[in-house]
């Protein structure tokens, strides 16, 4: 079965400390558990989720649907948001686990990544160096999350033209988004084998479409 890696990159940095980390991990446990109980997704996930702040971490290694183990995520009380070193990570990771197609052997389905953040790049200059990268990589589609009103919707869109705004990372929104995450996920294992990007579906109402 050929796989659909899915790449989680999540802003840890000390904004984020207290209710919003506690929300994105609850968030985050909700969108697994809906994965889980699709079938397709079953067949084909697998799950990256790398988290930046002051450090880059591997929280969980590229792993498949029916063995994902999410851990609880923490973040310090302060420190910088390396966006870029966070992007430079995922280049790495997708490069060196995503299988190409060959004569041989069908490759992975193009992989879908995933940005969230509730602030700014501290590393401006090194993210937008990789935001170059990242738009040159086969991606089946790059989603940009800017959550709050210190989040910046501009540098988002530097990375990708998927760019959404959430007005906090409190509970019920962080919940709303990360169902329509999986919504996505499941628009990307639907789209495999017929080539095209993956079409994103309409957020609820709680999510604003950056144009």
Same mark, same amino acid.
């Given at each position: #079965?050929?796989?659909?890696?899915? @790449?989680?990159?999540?802003?840890?940095?000390?904004? #984020? @400390?207290?209710?919003?980390?506690?929300?994105?991990?609850?968030?985050? +446990?909700? #969108?697994?558990?809906?994965?889980?109980?699709?079938?397709?997704?079953?067949?084909?996930?697998?799950?990256?989720?790398?988290?930046?702040?002051? !450090?880059?971490?591997?929280? $969980?290694?590229?792993? !498949?649907?029916?063995?994902?183990?999410?851990?609880?995520?923490? &973040?310090?009380?302060?420190?910088?948001?390396?966006?870029?070193?966070?992007?430079?990570? $995922?280049? /790495?990771?997708?490069? =060196?686990?995503?299988?190409?197609?060959?004569?041989? /052997?069908?490759?992975?389905? =193009?992989?879908?990544?995933?940005?969230?953040?509730?602030?700014?790049?501290?590393?401006? /200059?090194? @993210?937008?160096?990789?935001?170059?990268?990242?738009?040159?990589?086969?991606?089946?589609? $790059?989603?940009? &999350?800017?959550?709050?009103?210190?989040?910046?919707?501009?540098?988002?869109? *530097?990375?990708?033209?998927?760019?959404?705004?959430?007005?906090?990372?409190?509970?019920?929104?962080? =919940?709303?988004?990360?169902?329509?995450?999986? *919504?996505?996920? !499941? /628009?990307?294992?639907? +789209?495999?084998?017929?080539? *095209?990007?993956?079409?994103?579906?309409?957020?609820?109402?709680?999510?604003?479409?950056?144009?």
């Amino acid at each position: #079965m050929r796989r659909l890696p899915v @790449y989680f990159l999540l802003d840890t940095s000390g904004s #984020m @400390y207290g209710e919003p980390i506690q929300a994105l991990n609850n968030a985050l +446990s909700g #969108m697994i558990n809906t994965l889980r109980s699709d079938a397709q997704a079953l067949d084909s996930l697998w799950i990256s989720i790398i988290t930046y702040d002051r !450090e880059v971490k591997e929280i $969980v290694p590229l792993t !498949e649907l029916v063995q994902f183990q999410l851990p609880e995520i923490t &973040c310090p009380q302060s420190g910088p948001t390396n966006t870029g070193a966070g992007l430079d990570f $995922v280049i /790495q990771k997708v490069n =060196k686990e995503v299988i190409k197609g060959s004569a041989d /052997q069908k490759g992975d389905w =193009k992989p879908l990544l995933f940005v969230f953040t509730d602030g700014k790049p501290s590393d401006i /200059q090194f @993210y937008r160096e990789k935001t170059a990268e990242i738009r040159n990589m086969s991606f089946g589609a $790059v989603v940009g &999350c800017a959550a709050g009103h210190m989040a910046n919707d501009d540098i988002l869109k *530097e990375l990708t033209d998927n760019v959404v705004h959430l007005a906090s990372a409190d509970s019920s929104t962080l =919940k709303q988004f990360f169902k329509w995450v999986s *919504e996505t996920i !499941e /628009q990307g294992n639907k +789209s495999q084998g017929t080539g *095209e990007s993956v079409t994103l579906p309409p957020p609820p109402s709680e999510i604003t479409v950056v144009i």
